[in-house]
């Protein structure tokens, strides 16, 4: 992959620097050898100026080496970390000043310790590789931490979502459904919706929709096999594109055809303005004061409200990160998704998200999840459901969840429910909610005996719970842990 102009810049300023420092000069001694003055060596290794031809020829034979060798992209192999970080999109592709970070002054940042940030680069691109990340998946994580910088709440989006429905003179209590929002994509933008012909093109049988555009108009296609609910947001989210003017975008719903991190970012303000224009602020933000109200604990009224607001588990509980930490002052929460098949013990954790000084629960490879985590038992419930042959609903239950190593405790509120279209594949969705005294004050029902509590970990792995009956993996980890403890001890009184 080509290396652009600001990164060609950097890497002969990181190559120029070498070369003095490994030839043993100091950038006064490399200016009366090429008389060139030291502010302008100076410009150049930090990556902000590109000498001229005659320029190189002078550094090139101060240093005793030749044009060619001076102006090759290839630095040494202490710095090929660095050439690597370089040479990919990242930098270029990934927006920083949404992180606070001036370009420029990252390049100045690689080009005054170059030996150390190679050495840090190095460690994050083998930590990557251990763990199969992908440049997708860096991206991921990348929208995950804006999303966590902002406490998930953006209120330019807010704001044009309610100018959207103000345009469209939507009563401030109607609630926006699949027909509605289906015409304003046909009539407004002159969109062509058809479902995905699985026959014709059975590779989309999985994907949720596809969207063509080309010189002739706009096609929105739909998986036959989607809820109302589902379509929907699909509608909202196409919309959110158009009226966001967000041109940069993804076509499908399959993620892995994220090119940059400008689509992955685009894709979440577009269904940020769904959420938006399908669960008005307006109407959620009195409702859940009335649920925080209740004395008792009562899981039905949560189902209720998704089947009000007509939306899924998902987008409720993924609306609720929006609004919890701007109008309750609750921003220790988390937000998490795992899939199950029915009648396998396995659980894939899809998507989490921590507005969080506590990081429960986490994504972790070749290690099992508290199997007595509520995302988890809820999943279990739906499989026995379906197991029975009976029809599958929303489930909802909820847990005060204590950490066993920190003693954390989280009110956990998990839904379930079947995965549309992938037969027997079942959904679980969690919000977290972290009770320190502000927050138990907040919600009336915690007192509710019929609310259970239960002791959890991380993981089997990093469990001291030995008598669990639900574990099904020895604490090996932990045991690790253990006997390396007992060594620093060892180590200490001998050397003491």
């Known amino acids: ?70 102006v090759s992209l290839k630095l040494s192999k202490r710095l090929e970390p660095i050439s690597d970080l370089l040479s990919s999109n990242i930098l270029t592709e990934l927006p920083l000043e949404l992180f606070g970070i001036d370009p420029a002054n990252l390049l100045e940042i690689l080009s005054d310790a170059p030996m150390k940030i190679s050495a840090f680069v190095g460690t994050l691109i083998e930590i ?34 309610e100018r959207f429905l103000t345009e469209n003179q939507v009563e401030p209590e109607r609630l926006l459904d699949e027909t509605y929002l289906a015409e304003i994509l046909r009539t407004r933008y002159n969109y062509v919706i058809e479902n995905i012909n699985e026959r014709v093109n059975p590779e989309f049988s999985s994907v949720r929709s596809l969207t063509i555009t080309n010189a ?60 938006g224009i399908i669960i008005k602020r307006s109407l959620l933000v009195p409702a859940i004061a009335d649920f925080f109200a209740q004395k008792t604990w009562q899981p039905e009224k949560l189902i209720d409200l998704i089947h009000h607001f007509n939306t899924t588990p998902e987008s409720f509980c ?71 042959k009976e029809q599958p609903r929303i489930l909802c239950k909820a847990q005060k969840s204590t950490y066993i190593d920190t003693q954390d405790q989280y009110l956990v509120i998990s839904f379930a429910q079947p995965m549309s279209p992938t037969p027997n ?41 030995f008598d669990c009956r639900e574990r099904i993996a020895a604490p090996i980890i932990l045991q690790k842990k253990f006997k390396n403890e007992e060594l620093r001890k060892a180590l200490r009184k001998m050397i003491n």
């Open 1 to 70: 992959m080509a290396i652009n102009t600001d990164n060609v810049r950097l890497v002969f300023g990181l190559k120029l620097k070498q070369l003095r420092l490994d030839k043993g000069l100091s950038l006064s001694e490399l200016s009366q050898k090429s008389g060139l003055s030291i502010s302008y060596i100076n410009e150049i290794e930090k990556g902000k100026k590109y000498p001229k031809s005659d320029k190189i020829l002078a550094l090139a034979a101060a240093m005793d080496v030749d044009y060619d060798t001076l």
């Open 216 to 275: 002739s108009g706009s096609r929105l296609l739909v998986n036959m096999h989607l809820s109302s609910v589902q379509r929907a947001f699909i509608y909202g989210r196409e919309i959110g594109y158009l009226y966001l003017n967000l041109k940069n975008r993804l076509h499908t719903t399959a993620l892995v055809e994220a090119e940059s991190f400008e689509q992955l970012l685009n894709n979440f303000k577009a269904s940020y303005f769904a959420s």
């Open 318 to 388: 993924y609306r609720l990160s929006n609004i919890l930490p701007r109008y309750f002052g609750i921003n220790q929460i988390f937000f998490s998704r795992f899939n199950n098949f029915v009648g396998q013990n396995l659980f894939d954790m899809t998507k989490e998200m921590h507005i969080s000084r506590k990081h429960y629960p986490h994504t972790v490879r070749d290690e099992h999840y508290c199997r007595r985590w509520v995302a988890l038992t809820v999943l279990n419930d739906l499989a026995e459901i379906i197991q029975h």
């Open 425 to 465: 594949l079942n959904v679980s969705v969690s919000m977290g909610i972290y009770l320190d005294d502000q927050t138990r004050e907040k919600l009336a029902f915690l007192q509710d005996p019929l609310l259970p509590s239960r002791d959890v970990n991380q993981t089997c792995e990093r469990c001291s719970l």
């Open 128 to 161: 990557a590789r251990n763990y199969n990340m992908s440049i997708e998946k860096f991206y991921f994580s990348a929208l995950r931490t804006y999303q966590e910088m902002h406490d998930n709440y953006f209120e330019d989006i807010e704001t044009e979502a």
